[in-house]
Structure formats: structure tokens, C-alpha cells
């Protein structure tokens, strides 16, 4: 026979205040400690999180009041094991977190909404993945979708590093000795903001600037792409992507061609991005503290372990100390 306890939760070995404890220890310092500290298993930790977790969402609805969200994705393992994450722009919290990466996920979540406050977003922040704008556009017709620029200044440092790479590629066939080492140590400096510069890289740059046109060519691109992004007036923002995509579309450099091509295929969304000067560096910053979280919740085997972890600590569901609160 099994009896309800007040002292303990159900299918728990612990006590109540014991789990509390644990999982509080947790979120405020690292798996190791928690496990010397109060000498239990850390998988033992992942399954207390999960019942105090979910014991602390009981009443609460995270989901309420949703107008702004960025929605993303995070690996957890390797072999394409992903989660994908919900953030709130105007409070900054995890609201919804699961397992998947794919159009069911997505769906998962708008049903956990519901139909009415559904309506009711205003603006949602995602990158170009056809599974997440596909579902927002079905169930959230009335969202502005935009697009990070976060985002979009990654595609053309992808682009530029395509270009160094074929640069790189055809005097290291060559056997040129001097250039090849040059450029692809030139990778840094090409990569980082100017303003990030150090003197060596600075010097490499001005290097690539006098020996290598093209490539010089595909920074000072990829350089004009964030300029727009982040420009504060939104009329100038719109008029400099005109002009950066006209000189896109022209320089005959073929990864900044194709480039050019994305941007206006996404450009609704990256001009809404700029008109209401949002980002998803709060959903970035969000999955910064995620991979530091997955990194402390090494050793759980379920995912809904590392799930409870990161809603206890970004989400607002952290218990207080037993007898503090």
C-alpha cells in the first residue's frame, strides 16, 4: 500500500525540503558541489529537479501575457539531438522549452498557447528555418515575423569565409609558400568588427586589402551588411540596404551574389527587424546560459532533466531555501 505524504513528494525517496534544497543548489553552483554537498547521485539530482520543477509550474502560467517571443533552437547531444526554446522579449524569461527541432515542435507549442492568445502575438523573432515560420505563419497569421540580424550578418560572414577559403584554396595548389599561410591566418581579422581589431590583426587586414582585391572586396561587403543592420534610424537602415543590395547583386563575387538574392527573398522580415529595432540577442544571450547549463547537467540521461534545469534558472520556477520563503 502507498500513502500520500505531506513531507515528501510522490514516487520520491527524499524529502520534501531535502529535493528543494537540492534543486536550489543546482541552479547556484555546479553539479559537483551539489552532489559532495548533500551526498546524492548526480542522475539522482536530475530526477528531483524534474518533480520540483513541475510541482512549481503547477498555478503558474508562463505562457500569459506573450506579445514578443524569439524562438530558436539548441543542441543538446551530438547526432542532431536538438531542443527548441521560446524566449520573451519583454521580460527576457524562458517560457517553453522541448525536445525536437522540426514543424510538430512548433505546433507543440502553439497548442500549449491555445488559439486566443495566439492572436494576440505581435512580433515573433526566428532565423530562416522553413519549420518555424511555416507553423508561425499558420498559427500566428496576425505576428509580425522578423528576422535577426544577428542572423543575417552570420550569412555574410559565411559568405566571406567561402570567398577566403577559394582564395586560400588556389595558391596553396599552386605552391605559393607566401600567400597561402597568410590567408588562412587572415581568417580572425576578417571575422572580427573592425573596431575589435588588435594591432596584428589590423596589419593582416591591410595586407589582404593590398594583395588580395576580391577578397578584400567580400569584407568590405560583409561589412556593409552589418553597418544596415545596425543602423538606428530605420529610413537610413532602408535606404542603405538598397544600396548594399544593388552593389550585392553586381559585384560579381558569387557567394555575395547569392547572398543578395536570400536578403530580398527575406527581406519583409529583416525590414521589420529594423523598423522595430529588435534583435534576438536576448534569445542569443538566453542560449549562451543554456550551453553552460547543458554543460553543468552533463551526466543526466533524459533530457527533461536538463529541461527542468534550465526552467528552475531561466524560467523563474527556482525554489527558495527550505524555511526561507
Same mark, same amino acid.
Given at each position: 500500500?502507498?500513502?500520500?505524504?505531506p513531507?515528501?513528494?510522490?514516487?520520491? !525517496?527524499?524529502?520534501?525540503?531535502?529535493?528543494?534544497?537540492?534543486?536550489?543548489l543546482?541552479?547556484?553552483?555546479?553539479r559537483?558541489?551539489?552532489a559532495?554537498?548533500? $551526498?546524492?547521485?548526480?542522475?539522482s539530482? !536530475?530526477?528531483?529537479?524534474t518533480?520540483?520543477?513541475?510541482?512549481?509550474?503547477?498555478g503558474?502560467?508562463?505562457?500569459?501575457?506573450?506579445?514578443?517571443?524569439?524562438?530558436?533552437?539548441?543542441?543538446?547531444?551530438?547526432?542532431?539531438?536538438?531542443?527548441?526554446?521560446?524566449i +520573451?522579449?519583454?521580460?527576457?524569461?524562458?517560457?517553453?522549452?522541448?525536445?525536437?527541432r522540426? $514543424?510538430?515542435?512548433?505546433?507543440?507549442?502553439?497548442?500549449?498557447? !491555445?488559439?486566443?492568445?495566439?492572436?494576440?502575438?505581435?512580433?515573433?523573432?526566428?532565423?530562416?528555418?522553413?519549420?518555424?515560420?511555416?507553423?508561425v505563419?499558420?498559427?500566428?497569421?496576425?505576428?509580425?515575423?522578423?528576422? +535577426?540580424?544577428?542572423?543575417?550578418?552570420?550569412?555574410?560572414?559565411?559568405?566571406?569565409?567561402?570567398?577566403?577559403?577559394?582564395?586560400?584554396?588556389?595558391?596553396? =595548389?599552386?605552391?605559393?609558400?607566401?600567400?597561402?599561410? %597568410?590567408?588562412?591566418?587572415a581568417?580572425?581579422?576578417?571575422?572580427?568588427?573592425?573596431?575589435?581589431?588588435?594591432?596584428?590583426?589590423?596589419?593582416?587586414?591591410?595586407?589582404?586589402?593590398?594583395?588580395?582585391?576580391?577578397?578584400?572586396?567580400?569584407?568590405?561587403?560583409?561589412?556593409?551588411?552589418? @553597418?544596415?543592420?545596425?543602423? =538606428?534610424?530605420?529610413?537610413?537602415?532602408?535606404?542603405?540596404?538598397?544600396?548594399?543590395?544593388?552593389?550585392?547583386? $553586381?559585384?560579381?563575387?558569387?557567394?555575395?551574389?547569392?547572398?543578395?538574392? @536570400?536578403v530580398?527573398?527575406?527581406r519583409?522580415?529583416?525590414?521589420?527587424?529594423?523598423?522595430?529595432?529588435?534583435?534576438?540577442?536576448?534569445?542569443?544571450?538566453?542560449?549562451?546560459?543554456?550551453?553552460?547549463?547543458?554543460?553543468?547537467?552533463h551526466?543526466?540521461?533524459?533530457?527533461?532533466?536538463?529541461?527542468?534545469?534550465?526552467?528552475? =534558472?531561466?524560467? !523563474?520556477l527556482? %525554489? %527558495?531555501?527550505?524555511?526561507?520563503?
Amino acid at each position: 500500500m502507498v500513502a500520500e505524504v505531506p513531507w515528501a513528494r510522490p514516487e520520491s !525517496g527524499f524529502k520534501r525540503d531535502f529535493e528543494q534544497q537540492c534543486a536550489w543548489l543546482a541552479v547556484q553552483t555546479s553539479r559537483t558541489a551539489v552532489a559532495h554537498l548533500m $551526498r546524492v547521485a548526480w542522475r539522482s539530482v !536530475g530526477r528531483m529537479l524534474t518533480r520540483v520543477a513541475d510541482e512549481r509550474a503547477e498555478g503558474r502560467d508562463l505562457l500569459d501575457g506573450l506579445r514578443r517571443i524569439g524562438i530558436d533552437e539548441l543542441s543538446y547531444r551530438k547526432g542532431h539531438k536538438y531542443v527548441t526554446v521560446v524566449i +520573451d522579449h519583454d521580460s527576457g524569461r524562458l517560457v517553453w522549452m522541448a525536445p525536437g527541432r522540426d $514543424r510538430a515542435t512548433v505546433h507543440a507549442f502553439f497548442d500549449a498557447l !491555445g488559439e486566443e492568445r495566439s492572436r494576440q502575438l505581435k512580433l515573433v523573432s526566428a532565423d530562416a528555418a522553413a519549420w518555424i515560420n511555416g507553423v508561425v505563419a499558420e498559427r500566428a497569421p496576425k505576428a509580425k515575423r522578423f528576422m +535577426d540580424p544577428f542572423h543575417v550578418v552570420q550569412w555574410a560572414t559565411d559568405a566571406l569565409d567561402e570567398v577566403r577559403r577559394s582564395v586560400w584554396n588556389d595558391p596553396r =595548389k599552386q605552391g605559393d609558400a607566401e600567400q597561402a599561410p %597568410p590567408l588562412k591566418a587572415a581568417r580572425w581579422a576578417l571575422w572580427k568588427n573592425p573596431e575589435d581589431l588588435n594591432a596584428t590583426q589590423r596589419t593582416t587586414l591591410s595586407w589582404v586589402a593590398h594583395l588580395n582585391e576580391p577578397l578584400y572586396r567580400a569584407y568590405l561587403l560583409k561589412e556593409g551588411l552589418r @553597418t544596415v543592420c545596425h543602423q =538606428k534610424s530605420y529610413s537610413k537602415a532602408k535606404a542603405r540596404l538598397d544600396d548594399w543590395l544593388t552593389w550585392a547583386c $553586381r559585384c560579381r563575387i558569387d557567394p555575395f551574389v547569392k547572398l543578395s538574392k @536570400t536578403v530580398r527573398r527575406h527581406r519583409t522580415a529583416i525590414e521589420s527587424a529594423l523598423r522595430n529595432r529588435l534583435s534576438n540577442a536576448v534569445v542569443e544571450g538566453k542560449n549562451t546560459q543554456l550551453r553552460l547549463l547543458h554543460r553543468v547537467a552533463h551526466g543526466f540521461h533524459d533530457v527533461k532533466a536538463f529541461i527542468s534545469l534550465a526552467m528552475l =534558472k531561466l524560467g !523563474g520556477l527556482c %525554489p %527558495p531555501l527550505p524555511g526561507r520563503g
